[in-house]
């Protein structure tokens, strides 16, 4: 009962969060809206128990909206100083109520959830080493990881050449 109205929260904070980040005129607030949509989403990994891929998330995701913050600024040239100058008393409690209850939310998920029953042991037949980890993740063989790295990074290149030169057309 308890998990199906964490969800239900959740679900409704990444829908209401994804809808105000694609239908806000502001780059700032939509990415701001974007990190509320990340973590909920890690909100739902913990949820389901997926630990690892709950950190990631956090972790990958909210780590590029960071990156996306200084972009926006960087590329758009625009502080919007004035409007944080005066925040009237609606904000001010309507930023308090939403803190606590992002806070009961983590305390809730905090003290539910069982850490220590959710730890992965090794499998026993096979063993990893950091050192064939780390020969995997540099060779070009058939179980390398190079290529799809070397195709990632041309691809965020990619990207960023595009966001500056769309950005400095002006």
């Not at 989403?41 to 200084?70: H, K, P, R």
């Not at 925040?87 to 109520?97: E, N, Q, T, Y």
């Not at 009961?104 to 990893?128: D, R, Y």
């Amino acid at each position: 009962m308890a998990q199906t109205i964490v969800f239900l929260i959740l679900a409704a904070i990444i829908l209401g969060c994804a809808f105000m980040a694609v239908t806000t005129r502001r780059i700032m607030r939509a990415a701001t809206y974007l990190i509320f949509v990340l973590f909920g989403t890690a909100g739902l990994y913990f949820l389901m128990g997926y630990t690892f891929l709950g950190s990631v998330q956090v972790m990958v995701y909210a780590g590029g909206v960071v990156v996306l913050y200084i972009f926006a600024l960087m590329l758009t040239g625009r502080h919007d100083n004035k409007e944080n100058a005066s925040l009237s008393l609606g904000r001010k409690f309507a930023a308090l109520i939403s803190s606590l209850c992002g806070a009961g939310l983590l305390m809730f998920v905090i003290i539910t959830h069982q850490f220590a029953e959710n730890s992965l042991t090794a499998p026993s037949e096979q063993t990893t080493t950091v050192k064939l980890l780390g020969q995997q993740l540099v060779s070009s063989d058939k179980f390398g990881y190079l290529l799809p790295f070397e195709a990632v990074s041309i691809l965020l290149l990619a990207c960023i050449i595009g966001g500056l030169i769309i950005a400095r057309k002006r």
